[in-house]
Nanobody, 124 residues
Framework: QVELVETGGGSVQVGDSLRLSCAAS????????AAWFRQAPGKEREFVAS????????DYVDSVKGRFTISRDNAKNSVYLQMNNLKPEDTAVYYC?????????????????WGRGTQVTVSS
């Protein structure tokens, strides 16, 4: 089965940038959308960004639009999240996920494979 590993999280200050990476290993389906979700302490997991199989379309939650960029490298079966101008409200555990549908869906139920998460902490 597929295993996902997220890297790149850390503790930064307001306005800093981070780049998260997620590599999938194992038997991937192939033509799948990829996404990032996040979960802050005491809150439900929320959608952050998704990208379609071909990498030609991306969808973002309004709170990160213009600051975050999702991308992928299908040859490496990896997805990335470039986070710029980070804010304290971005503090959360970030999870990557892969689905078996090619569209950039934001529905959590469409994602089959999940990583264990990487912590992002933004301090003032």
């Amino acid at each position: 089965q597929v295993e996902l590993v997220e890297t790149g999280g850390g503790s930064v200050q307001v306005g800093d940038s981070l780049r998260l990476s997620c590599a999938a290993s194992g038997r991937t389906f192939g033509a799948d959308a990829a996404a990032w979700f996040r979960q802050a302490p005491g809150k439900e997991r929320e959608f952050v960004a998704s990208v379609n199989w071909g990498g030609s379309f991306a969808d973002y939650v309004d709170s990160v639009k213009g600051r975050f960029t999702i991308s992928r490298d299908n040859a490496k079966n990896s997805v990335y999240l470039q986070m710029n101008n980070l804010k304290p409200e971005d503090t959360a555990v970030y999870y990557c996920a892969f689905g078996r549908v090619p569209v950039a869906t934001r529905q959590e139920s469409n994602y089959i494979y999940w990583g264990r998460g990487t912590q992002v902490t933004v301090s003032s």
